[in-house]
T-cell receptor, first 112, second 112 residues
Framework: EPEVTQTPSHQVTQMGQEVILRCVPI?????FYWYRQILGQKVEFLVS????????KSEIFDDQFSVERPDGSNFTLKIRSTKLEDSAMYFC??????????FGSGTRLTVV | LAKTTQPISMDSYEGQEVNITCSHN???????ITWYQQFPSQGPRFIIQ???TKVTNEVASLFIPADRKSSTLSLPRVSLSDTAVYYC?????????????FGKGTKLSVKP
């Protein structure tokens, strides 16, 4: 079964540092997403990406966040200057059609 | 996006059938109903999606009455490994038309 792969599985960073979370979506998918889940809370939408541009973003996705698809396979989420409240599980997802998204296993980001 | 309401938690025993009902009174004509499963520290996993009547796959069944204001996820003969949070989502799916709005879900605990 095709998978969405995320690396690293766990990242610890100091407050104020930049982090890049990486994702390899399923190869024939066209739509890509980032979600996050703070411990014990809901899964929250961050951003969707299609045709090499952001198609939708939430209020959480402020100027500190950016996404990029630098080549034909990777999809990255960058946080420029991390804050303590950015600590969360970050999930990448991709979809092809109406039959559901496929999520990755997530990156646990811990900001200290 | 239609708001959904589902029980916060449910308990069951191994081998039983579990039915989780979700109400979505404001569902729109072009909305689909999708269920996801999430284990701790993992990304949500697509279980099943439907528009009306009944849908069945190798994992679950989804029952949707004619008015589509509710839906029931049915898990036959649950096992301990079915202990997870189950989310009911309603909306258009995929692409630039929508992101997934997760509620708190139903925490299913399966006991031996």
């Amino acid at each position: 079964e095709p998978e969405v792969t995320q690396t690293p599985s766990h990242q610890v960073t100091q407050m104020g540092q930049e982090v890049i979370l990486r994702c390899v979506p399923i190869s024939n998918h066209l739509y890509f997403y980032w979600y996050r889940q703070i411990l014990g809370q809901k899964v929250e939408f961050l951003v969707s990406f299609y045709n090499n541009e952001i198609s939708e973003k939430s209020e959480i996705f402020d100027d500190q966040f950016s996404v990029e698809r630098p080549d034909g396979s990777n999809f990255t989420l960058k946080i420029r200057s991390t804050k303590l409240e950015d600590s969360a599980m970050y999930f990448c997802a991709s979809s092809r059609d109406a039959y559901g998204y496929t999520f990755g296993s997530g990156t646990r980001l811990t900001v200290v | 996006l239609a708001k959904t309401t589902q029980p916060i938690s449910m308990d069951s025993y191994e081998g039983q059938e579990v039915n989780i009902t979700c109400s979505h009174n404001n569902i729109a004509t072009n909305d689909y109903i999708t269920w996801y499963q999430q284990f701790p520290s993992q990304g949500p996993r697509f279980i099943i999606q439907g528009y009306k009547t009944k849908v069945t796959n190798e994992v679950a069944s989804l029952f949707i009455p004619a008015d589509r204001k509710s839906s029931t996820l049915s898990l036959p003969r649950v096992s301990l490994s079915d202990t997870a949070v189950y989310y009911c989502l309603v909306g258009t799916n995929g692409g630039s038309q929508g992101n997934l709005i997760f509620g708190k879900g139903t925490k299913l605990s399966v006991k031996p």
